[in-house]
């Protein structure tokens, strides 16, 4: 019995050496930091450290194409995705996760935005299982599948993200669940996708599941595959009108968690904005007003 408690307490002080002994490493695109690229920081971190990226816009060589390379490791925005913002200018994607990542590596509170190439332009999930939560991902174009996002042999969870925008020539403008994939998503916006409809779902496997994600409007359809009825399909009600980039929902939004089918915020941003009920009025009584 005593064996068993000592090999009890060496367990937890183990594990408490260990939490520990986690670093935080900061990016700043600014300077003054540990790093000045995504993938610097990446590449400073350990299994169970956090990188932290400063607000700015993340562009360039490092800022695109950003690799996780098999780490658990959690990169996070300090201000969220409206502040925080990858801008893969057309000439690459913005995360890969491609080397057995599992869902202790997690991607949280990002814009990824045009993101160009033949899958996956937002995020390439291929052999992988992250995390990722809270983060738009925006005019992200394929020549192939998964404009958004491409997943393949995996087992990711995708929550709370807007994904608006986005494109495919062979399927998934929004995301692509692709051959031996489990994913499991939900509380998502999958709107607007200019082609290759919201999902497709040609090879994903029992297991996968969709749950309270609004996809509407997007050309090629707003099918749902292997979800609940608790999915729906009407506008978000963004603040910002088409092409502002302003993600936010109105107070009445159906993807706000008091009107939404699963009573739980849906999307990357909660509600932000307000509409002000007006009464039409003439111009002549405009006018009389200054007399």
């Known amino acids: 019995m005593r064996k068993l408690l000592n090999l009890s307490v060496f367990a937890l002080v183990l594990s408490a050496a260990s939490a520990a002994s986690a670093t935080t490493w900061h990016v700043d695109v600014a300077g003054g930091a540990d790093a000045t690229t995504i993938q610097a920081g990446i590449n400073l971190a350990s299994n169970g450290d956090i990188v932290v990226v400063a607000p700015g816009t993340y562009t360039g060589v490092g800022n695109r194409n950003i690799n996780f390379s098999g780490r658990s490791i959690t990169?996070?925005?300090?201000s969220g995705?409206?502040?925080?913002?990858?801008?893969?200018?057309?000439s690459g994607l913005g995360f890969q996760f491609v080397t057995n990542e599992t869902t202790?590596?997690?991607l949280d509170g990002f814009t990824i935005k045009n993101g160009?190439?033949?899958k996956g332009a937002g995020l390439l999930i291929d052999t992988a299982s992250p995390t990722i939560r809270f983060c738009v991902i925006t005019n992200c174009n394929v020549t192939g599948i998964g404009g958004g996002i491409s997943v393949k042999k995996g087992d990711p969870n995708i929550y709370n993200c807007t994904l608006d925008g986005?494109?495919?020539a062979l399927g998934g403008g929004g995301i692509n669940l692709g051959a031996q994939s489990h994913a499991k998503l939900w509380q998502n916006i999958i709107c607007n996708s200019t082609a290759g409809g919201g999902v497709n779902c040609f090879g994903a496997m029992a297991g996968t599941s969709l749950d309270c994600n609004d996809v509407y409007n997007n050309t090629g359809g707003n099918a749902v595959c292997f979800g609940t009825a608790t999915?729906?399909?009407q506008d978000p009600l963004y603040c910002g009108i088409p092409g502002s980039g302003n993600f936010g929902l109105q107070q009445t939004s159906p993807c706000a968690a008091t009107y939404s089918p699963c009573l739980a915020?849906?999307?990357a941003l909660g509600p932000q904005c307000q509409v002000t009920a007006v009464q039409p009025t003439s111009w002549g009584s405009v006018k009389a007003m200054y007399r």
């Open 231 to 233: 999915n729906f399909s």
């Open 75 to 78: 990169v996070m925005s300090q």
């Open 265 to 267: 915020a849906v999307g």
């Open 81 to 90: 995705p409206q502040v925080t913002i990858i801008d893969c200018q057309g």
């Open 104 to 106: 202790a590596a997690v």
């Open 116 to 118: 160009a190439a033949n």
């Open 166 to 168: 986005n494109g495919a």
